[in-house]
């Protein structure tokens, strides 16, 4: 299998490397972070997306949630995955030494560059993995679909 690696966008950069300064100033806190600006802040679940001849498959790894904790939305081209994984109940007289679990609200936005049968959009979500299909077309109409996600 043929990995390529594609240029991050800017934007993707600059949420790295906040991620990174946050993760390193974390380490010097007596407290081990300020739990609360680290569970407020906006996170991004990893995705992967490929592309076949006839499909993109986009696969986003966003695990503990079920399917209406998120809402997949296809507009003129962009695909925006959104949602809300609720924060972790705080166990009484502990201390948290590491946190990397990530919970809040979240948004990804992809653009793809050819247009897809919005009709056609599938989506699954199983074992932590939101998998969506998207079918490519010839045709330039792209109108806006909610997808529903099956479980």
């Known amino acids: 299998m043929k990995t390529i690696k594609s240029p991050r966008r800017l ?5 790295h490397l906040e991620h990174e300064l946050d993760a ?3 380490t010097f806190s007596p ?4 739990l609360l600006r680290v569970s407020a802040k906006k996170w991004r679940p990893p ?3 490929l592309e076949t001849k006839t499909a993109f498959i986009l696969r986003m790894e ?4 079920k399917p209406n904790d998120f809402s997949v939305i296809y507009n003129a081209g962009r695909l925006t995955v959104s949602g809300q994984r609720e924060h972790w ?4 007289d502990t201390h948290y030494r ?3 679990l990530n ?3 979240f948004e990804r936005v992809i653009r793809l560059p050819v247009p897809v049968e919005s009709e056609k959009i599938k989506a699954a979500y199983r074992d932590g993995i939101l998998e969506i299909n998207l079918p490519k077309t010839r045709a330039k109409d792209r109108p806006r679909r909610i997808i529903k996600i099956e479980p």
């Open 11 to 15: 934007g993707d950069e600059m949420d």
């Open 103 to 105: 919970s809040g609200y």
């Open 47 to 49: 995705c992967d997306v």
């Open 24 to 26: 390193f100033f974390e």
């Open 98 to 100: 590491q946190l990397e």
């Open 31 to 34: 407290r081990g972070g300020d």
């Open 62 to 65: 966003i695990a503990g949630m």
């Open 89 to 92: 109940p705080q166990e009484p």
